[in-house]
């Protein structure tokens, strides 16, 4: 019997697929993250996204003993060792191991976009590197989004501004020595999980 969605008229197998689905159009994100309050509509979602924090790797290659944080990065990872290339380029033909590799790969037949800066004459060909130019250069202005924002969330300590009170949160780890990514080998603690990631490559791996 097939359960429909009364919004838009999908049709599912289970009323539990059809109850996940209809979260889009409600909007709710039951599924909170414990480390950051960050919140899905997915439980496995959330589960991988706290993965980040934890620096947790439960997927080990078989073949040389690396382990990875998700499953899709253990399949990418498999194929440097059996050679497979699945991803092909339509317009020249390479193949590739990964997605994320022919991505980058295609961008040498795309034209290149210029991201103008708003508040000076600079263009750029990647968002993140204009938004960075903005931050670095034009002080409490960002172009994030497409939109200017001001930076409203403020450091009560050093007064530093912040556009994210997630970017304001590990700022203030520095004043109060806080370092919630725990190295589930070692015990070492971190303020940021890039540190975690870092540590755990050049120490453990």
Not at 115 to 143: I, P, Q, Y
Request: with cysteine; aromatic share 6%; hydrophobic share 25%.
């Amino acid at each position: 019997m097939a359960h429909q969605c009364a919004e838009c008229g999908r049709s599912f197998g289970s009323s539990s697929n059809l109850r996940r689905h209809c979260l889009i159009h409600t909007g709710e994100r039951p599924f909170r993250c414990d480390v950051c309050s960050r919140s899905f509509r997915h439980k496995n979602t959330m589960q991988n996204h706290r993965r980040r924090h934890t620096g947790e790797t439960p997927f080990l290659c078989n073949l040389c003993g690396k382990k990875f944080t998700f499953r899709m990065s253990l399949s990418e990872h498999i194929k440097t060792h059996t050679g497979a290339r699945p991803h092909q380029c339509d317009v020249c033909g390479a193949a590739f191991a990964s997605s994320s590799n022919l991505r980058r790969h295609m961008d040498t037949h795309r034209q290149p976009v210029k991201l103008k800066c708003a508040l000076c004459d600079r263009s750029f060909r990647w968002r993140c590197d204009l938004n960075r130019h903005v931050r670095t250069n034009h002080g409490e202005k960002s172009v994030e989004g497409g939109v200017n924002a001001t930076r409203r969330y403020q450091c009560v300590e050093c007064g530093k501004g912040f556009l994210r009170d997630a970017r304001l949160a590990v700022h203030v780890r520095k004043h109060t020595g806080q370092k919630p990514h725990q190295c589930v080998v070692c015990g070492r603690g971190f303020r940021r999980i890039r540190h975690l990631k870092r540590h755990l490559v050049d120490s453990h791996v």
